[in-house]
């Protein structure tokens, strides 16, 4: 267990009747990449926050290392925070944003210049370092603000948001580079964010948040693959919700039939099920359990949506030689395997 | 802020014991009630005169490029930088009957009598119309300038005549601009008591005056300190009048 | 074009004409030799030379430019500390209103309010009453344009200066100050320009020994139309405008950083 850098346990915290964060746990490891993900309002931000210095919790703790975070000024915590608005000094020149955290320690004038330039060298600013930050694009306020940000060396860099600001193309370019930093410099990074895509690409694990809770913790393969509950497998991709009723080996639905699967949750309790577009086999029928109403090419693929007879939607991924026209009549087959009860 | 709840203790309450209304019936005589009408009559007026004038102003400046904007309106603000005494001084020197706007009349034949301007109501209202213009104009400008272009031009382009989508348009969509340049006007105005005693004379009697000779020459503080009262109320139930009027405006448009 | 842009033509040139032709009539006739300022003699700068041997001009006029250093200096310290500190307490509605409220109050009624409080804690009226005064007034308009400044701050800038391992003095003068500056400056600029021009308030809270330069102006006009007061006034206009530019130029350099 002494591989976990930072612990949390049991965190909570309100802000007037708001609760933010209810009894949340969680273990980051050394060198992760843990992201943390949820709508907004779900009480991310605010443990990135408290995690900062910038908020303290009700009751809970924070360990890094085994010892109390929480106890450590804000000032002088090995954590430092990406700001989502970048926040970089207007007023100050690249070099001096860089440079800031350093000079706020005890090295001398040319170690905290070394230091910086090797940074600045490291990410690749070399030619903007005279410059004001608002005479830079975007992705190179971006960079700024994380060279900033890693200055100090921290054990932990938080990201707010960090490629919500970005358009598509840099967005990619930049997600590249986080990861080689984070491997150049060997910090552990917890990013925050909202955007699926954005978790699932750049973090080795994630923590999906609901309403102040902690709804899973996991890889992104096994939060796609295997959702333990309803709100993980609406958030992560796109997934078919049906409502069924559970029998003893499975679950019965008006148009997929009974289902036999490998677990049982006792009979005639209502249940939801998740099946994934790709996992869907669609065959035409004269009478079938739907009827197509829409088909979409895209790509490599068509994007089929069926109207079942119980009026649910369902998304099929289909081949995009597949002869299926909108107003045909569909059955649906499936695996039983690729389904998820709740 | 200390100062400030000092002030607000010291100001009515301080000097006024034992509180007593007596101060209050005084200033209902007759006299003095003439003298609060004819300052409402001769503020009013100025802001009247001011809007009169400053809304055509504000309209052909916000209809210019960018760049004449600013430049009319740094022109426009310029003469308020300067110390009010000197602009009041500036109209004794234009409208003595030895000053400039009597010479060039007479110069041109169509007088041979000085005519009497100084030291009337109308000089006062010129005078304060001339400090307190500024005051007008900036709002009503700012209000004008965020008005979408397209609206007017769709009014015209409805087949609105210039003035049907003024009325119409630009008017009632400038009009908290319009209500804030009353205020900002009609507020200084009332308490001056500068220009009325240089360009009204000491005819012109406005409750500024009667607050200025009852506290450095009667000496009657409480009394002063009753009109200041007075003055203050009118100017409350006048703003509050504006944010509500403008709010009402506000949700209509 | 519609005829009605050709009528707010004429009103806005008549404007214009209105709002400058009293101030340049004194300009011109500051350069007239007569000693009755309403005949014209001929051109030259005579009573230019006088005025620095007034003496109850010159020495009011220090006394001005006195008053407004020390209100400008007092008006930026409390004014800033209250915009940050009602920023801090994120205050509402209440604190600002009450804070700016010497802007928006009449200056007869500031003056007699603050007249009746220095004599209830019996302070004799004198320079020191005016520079209160004016430093009330000031601050009321430091505080309105510092807090403006203050509402369009990114508050995620003071907080990287926390995480990055700042105090909060550092902060307070590496970050927060340096933002404001364009603020600073205006608000200095206003208040040394408010206090400058003055009159009504000083009129009520100074003694009769230590005129400010407006008082003096004040009572000569009221003497009838002198040729000192045309050059008084084009003195102070020209000032008046060297600090309006003055203070754009910065302002535009300020914003610029």
Redesign the interface.
């Known amino acids: 267990m002494s591989e976990d850098l930072l612990k949390v346990r049991n965190l909570t915290k309100k802000f007037g009747t708001i609760t933010a964060l209810n009894n949340v746990s969680l273990e980051i490891k050394n060198n992760e990449m843990f992201a943390l993900l949820g709508p907004s309002g779900c009480g991310k931000t605010t443990l990135l926050r408290i995690i900062a210095g910038f908020e303290y919790p009700d009751s809970g703790q924070v360990l890094i290392n085994d010892s109390d975070l929480l106890s450590i000024p804000t000032r002088t915590r090995p954590v430092n925070l990406m700001f989502q608005s970048y926040a970089l000094f207007p007023h100050m020149d690249i070099f001096s944003n860089i440079s800031y955290g350093l000079t706020n320690t005890s090295f001398t004038k040319e170690e905290i210049n070394n230091q910086t330039n090797e940074i600045i060298e490291k990410i690749g600013l070399g030619e903007h370092v005279k410059k004001k930050p608002n005479q830079l694009s975007g992705g190179q306020q971006q960079r700024v603000a994380l060279a900033r940000a890693i200055a100090r060396k921290p054990k932990i860099l938080l990201l707010d948001e960090p490629l919500s600001a970005l358009d598509k193309k840099i967005r990619q370019e930049m997600q590249v580079e986080l990861k080689r930093i984070q491997h150049e410099f060997g910090i552990t990074f917890i990013i925050v964010t909202h955007d699926q895509d954005e978790a699932i690409s750049l973090a080795n694990r994630i923590a999906v948040f609901d309403k102040g809770e902690i709804k899973q913790i996991s890889t992104p393969q096994e939060l796609y693959e295997n959702p333990t509950n309803e709100f993980v497998a609406n958030f992560i991709g796109e997934g078919n919700i049906l409502k069924a009723t559970s029998t003893n080996f499975g679950f019965e639905h008006p148009c997929l039939g009974k289902v036999n699967i490998s677990h049982s949750m006792g009979a005639g309790k209502s249940v939801t099920i998740l099946i994934r577009p790709e996992s869907i086999i669609l065959s035409p029928a004269t009478t079938g359990a739907g009827q197509i109403t829409d088909a979409v090419f895209a790509g490599a693929k068509k994007n089929i949506t069926i109207k079942l007879t119980t009026n649910e939607i369902v998304r099929v991924y289909a081949d995009k030689s597949a002869n299926l026209e909108v107003g045909s009549h569909v059955n649906l087959s499936f695996n039983p395997q690729d389904v998820r009860v709740f | 802020m200390l100062f400030m709840s000092v002030l607000t203790a010291g100001r009515f309450g301080g000097v006024n014991t034992p509180i007593n209304f007596d101060n209050f019936s005084r200033a209902t005589d007759s006299i003095f009630v003439q003298v609060i009408l004819n300052s409402l009559l001769i503020a009013g007026a100025t802001a009247i005169l001011s809007l009169l004038i400053g809304f055509p102003t504000a309209l052909f400046i916000s209809r210019l490029s960018r760049k004449w904007q600013i430049i009319l309106i740094v022109a426009i603000i310029l003469p308020y930088w300067t110390n009010f005494l000197v602009r009041t001084y500036a109209w004794l020197v234009l409208l003595n009957n030895e000053g400039i706007i009597n010479k060039f009349l007479r110069n041109i034949g169509l007088i041979d009598k000085p005519i009497e301007m100084l030291y009337t109501s109308g000089a006062v209202i010129v005078g304060m119309t001339y400090l307190y213009l500024p005051l007008m104009i900036l709002p009503i400008y700012a209000a004008l300038e965020k008005i979408d272009k397209n609206l007017t031009e769709a009014a015209y382009d409805l087949g609105s005549s210039a003035w049907k989508s003024l009325r119409t348009v630009s008017i009632p969509l400038a009009m908290p601009g319009i209500l804030i340049g009353l205020i900002f006007v009609f507020v200084p105005s009332l308490g001056n008591f500068v220009v009325p005693e240089l360009l009204g004379g000491g005819k012109t009697v406005m409750i500024g005056n009667l607050v200025r000779d009852q506290f450095l020459k009667a000496r009657d503080w409480p009394f002063g300190a009753t009109f200041a009262l007075i003055l203050t109320l009118i100017l409350v139930i006048l703003i509050s009048l504006q944010s509500y009027v403008s709010k009402r405006v506000n949700i209509n448009a | 074009m519609?005829?009605?842009?050709n009528?707010?033509?004429i009103?806005?040139l008549?404007?214009?004409v209105?709002?400058?032709?009293?101030?340049m009539?004194?300009v011109g006739?500051s350069f007239n030799t007569s000693s009755n300022?309403?005949?014209w003699k001929g051109f030259g700068f005579d009573w230019y030379q006088n005025i620095w041997t007034n003496e109850p001009i010159i020495s009011s006029f220090q006394r001005t430019i006195f008053v407004a250093l020390v209100t400008t200096f007092f008006s930026l310290l409390i004014g800033t500390t209250?915009s940050i500190g009602l920023n801090k307490m994120k205050a509402g509605g209440f604190l600002r209103t009450?804070?700016t409220?010497?802007a928006i109050?009449?200056?007869?009624?500031l003056a007699?309010?603050?007249?009746?409080?220095f004599?209830?804690?019996s302070l004799s009226l004198n320079l020191r009453t005016v520079i209160?005064s004016h430093t009330?007034f000031c601050t009321a308009f430091v505080v309105a344009i510092v807090l403006a400044r203050i509402g369009l701050m990114?508050p995620?800038?003071e907080?990287?200066?926390?995480?990055?391992?700042?105090?909060p003095f550092?902060t307070l003068f590496k970050?927060t100050i340096?933002?404001l500056?364009p603020a600073l400056i205006a608000g200095a600029v206003l208040s040394f320009?408010l206090s400058m021009?003055e009159?009504?308030i000083a009129f009520?809270t100074n003694g009769p020994e230590t005129p400010t330069l407006?008082m003096v102006?004040?009572s000569m006009?009221?003497f009838?139309?002198t040729p000192e007061?045309?050059v008084?006034?084009t003195l102070?206009?020209a000032i008046?405008?060297v600090?309006?530019i003055l203070a754009q130029r910065i302002g535009k350099v300020a914003d610029s950083?």
Do not use: C, H, W
């Not at chain 3, 519609?2 to 842009?5: G, T």
């Not at chain 3, 907080?159 to 105090?167: V, Y």
């Open positions: 519609p005829k009605k842009i009528l707010s033509l009103i806005t008549v404007v214009l209105f709002l400058y032709l009293p101030i009539t004194v006739l300022s309403l005949i209250i009450f804070s409220a010497p109050v009449p200056d007869l009624v007699i309010g603050l007249l009746t409080t004599s209830t804690i209160i009330v990114d995620s800038i907080e990287a200066s926390t995480d990055l391992g700042a105090g550092k970050v340096p933002q500056m320009t021009d009159f009504v009520f407006p102006i004040y006009i009221r009838g139309v007061i045309n008084l006034g102070l206009l008046s405008f600090g309006v950083i």
